[in-house]
């Protein structure tokens, strides 16, 4: 069964830390992997990632895929009360038209 | 260019009761998904849906749960005799046509409370 799992499930942090959210995967046939940032409301998309290595950057976020390995991470640097949200990792088969999605990471940001 | 809407963001019903969410999707897009959220779990796909056709139901339950995308008009998910379980955040995401970036964009949700 395709599964998508996240880690940690929650992490509390203070203003400046970097963080890494880790995202491994069981999906067959691979195509995309995708992370989003849900705060009380839509989740809004920030990467999308398909090729192994190649780091994307956006800001104090990074992403990276390893396809090998079957992961991705997500690195905020600096963080800000901001950044406080629930960090979704999700899946794209290359086949049927469904995309998984881990439970998410839920990040604070304490002043 | 407006996002993707749904509405109403909050519903309440007894069980029993039918609820009806809708969701425009953004501009241009022709595919639409709706996805599940109980709490402290991640998004479950429900259906997938082009105008007027059903592609992918896989994730519906069996029964009392159905979703339309007519030619004119929102995609509709429509829950019959809701029980307390239903009670969940419904999202409604849109895609543009198959060749392009291949995410997808999000509604706000509708959050559903059966008592």
């Known amino acids: 069964e395709d599964k998508v799992v996240q880690s940690p499930l929650s992490l509390v942090v203070h203003e400046g830390d970097t963080v890494t959210l880790n995202c491994s995967y069981e999906?067959?046939?691979?195509?995309?992997l995708l992370w989003y940032k849900q705060e009380k409301k839509a989740p809004t998309f920030l990467f999308m990632l398909t090729s192994s290595g190649i780091e994307k950057k956006s800001g104090r976020l990074s992403s990276i895929l390893d396809k090998k390995e079957l992961f991705s991470i997500l690195n905020i640097t600096a963080t800000q009360t901001g950044d406080s949200a629930v960090y979704l990792c999700a899946v794209r088969p290359n086949t049927g038209n469904q995309f998984y999605f881990g439970t998410g990471t839920s990040l604070t940001v304490i002043p | 260019n407006a996002g993707v809407m749904q509405n109403p963001r909050h519903l309440v019903r007894r069980r029993g009761q039918e609820a009806r969410l809708r969701c425009s999707p953004m501009?241009?897009?022709?595919?639409v998904y709706w996805y599940r959220q109980l709490p402290e779990e991640g998004l479950k796909f429900m259906v997938y849906l082009q105008k007027e056709n059903i592609i992918d139901e896989s994730g519906m339950p069996k029964e009392r749960f159905s979703a339309e995308f007519p030619k004119e008009g929102p995609s509709i998910l429509r829950i019959q005799q809701v029980v307390r379980g239903d009670s969940a955040a419904y999202f409604c995401?849109?895609?543009?046509?198959?060749?392009?970036?291949?995410?997808?964009?999000f509604g706000e949700g509708s959050r559903l409370t059966v008592l």
């Open positions: 999906v067959t046939n691979f195509r995309s």
């Open positions: 995401a849109s895609s543009p046509p198959s060749g392009n970036t291949g995410e997808l964009f």
């Open positions: 501009k241009g897009h022709s595919h």
